[in-house]
């Protein structure tokens, strides 16, 4: 099993729906969990940041955390083509600074 | 303010060759990390200095790979003698303190024939 799963997709998603991206992770000690976005040959870009169970919104992103089913999942409103990337789920066990990468889901957004 | 850089973007090399990758921090951030991604693969982590200690090396895979950071700044990875497993994406990421946002650098792409 790995360690963070994500399905690897690609999410097609029409401009202006909601995408819904999902993570699980195997470590009950997580701590801290962590969403990058990647553009093609580009560095990972940090979109949100959760710690706590619940949600966590910032602009079009919402960040969802459930710890007792070990899920976290990233919601993107109002899906732009500018949106089109790979999403990163990376989580962070206590004590340990390292980010466990999932293998990243492939979101596509179309006109 | 400039972000993580390193270099080179690109570097081809044959097996048994050897090959010295560069990260530059963002200034002031005492944290560096250094991950890569395998082809098909997610992105591992492979250690992570405290200015110029290793912190956590649990992630080298093996001998071949030497990670400096001299003086807390910027800091190297090499690898000798390079393997053809060793091809992927070498990226390096910077935090202000450890429980801080890792900020990442573009990757050094290397490939190795």
């Known amino acids: 099993q790995k360690e963070v799963e994500q399905n690897s997709g690609p999410l097609s998603v029409p401009e202006g729906a909601i995408a819904s991206l999902n993570c699980t992770y195997s470590?009950?000690?997580?701590?801290?969990f962590f969403w990058y976005r990647q553009y093609s040959g580009k560095s990972p870009e940090l979109i949100m940041f959760i710690y706590s169970n619940g949600d966590k919104e910032d602009g079009r992103f919402t960040a969802q955390l459930n710890k007792a089913s070990q899920y976290v999942s990233l919601l993107i409103r109002d899906s732009q083509p500018s949106d089109s990337a790979t999403y990163l789920c990376?989580?962070?066990?206590?004590?340990?600074?390292?980010?466990?990468f999932g293998a990243g889901t492939r979101l596509a957004v179309h006109p | 303010e400039a972000g993580v850089t390193q270099f080179p973007s690109h570097s081809v090399i044959e097996k048994g060759q050897t090959v010295t990758l560069r990260c530059d921090p963002i200034?002031?951030?005492?944290?560096l990390y250094w991950y890569r991604r395998v082809m098909g693969k997610e992105i591992k982590f492979l250690l992570h200095?405290?200015?110029?200690?290793?912190?956590?090396e649990s992630g080298m895979p093996n001998n071949r790979f030497l990670a400096e950071r001299t003086g807390g700044t910027y800091s190297t990875l090499k690898v000798q003698p390079a393997e053809l497993e060793d091809s992927g994406v070498y990226f390096c990421?910077?935090?202000?303190?450890?429980?801080?946002?890792?900020?990442f650098g573009p990757g050094t792409r290397l490939l190795v024939l």
């Open positions: 200095f405290v200015k110029e200690s290793k912190q956590d």
């Open positions: 990421a910077s935090s202000q303190d450890q429980t801080k946002t890792q900020y």
């Open positions: 200034s002031g951030h005492d944290n």
């Open positions: 990376a989580v962070k066990s206590g004590g340990y600074n390292k980010l466990i």
């Open positions: 470590d009950r000690g997580s701590q801290s």
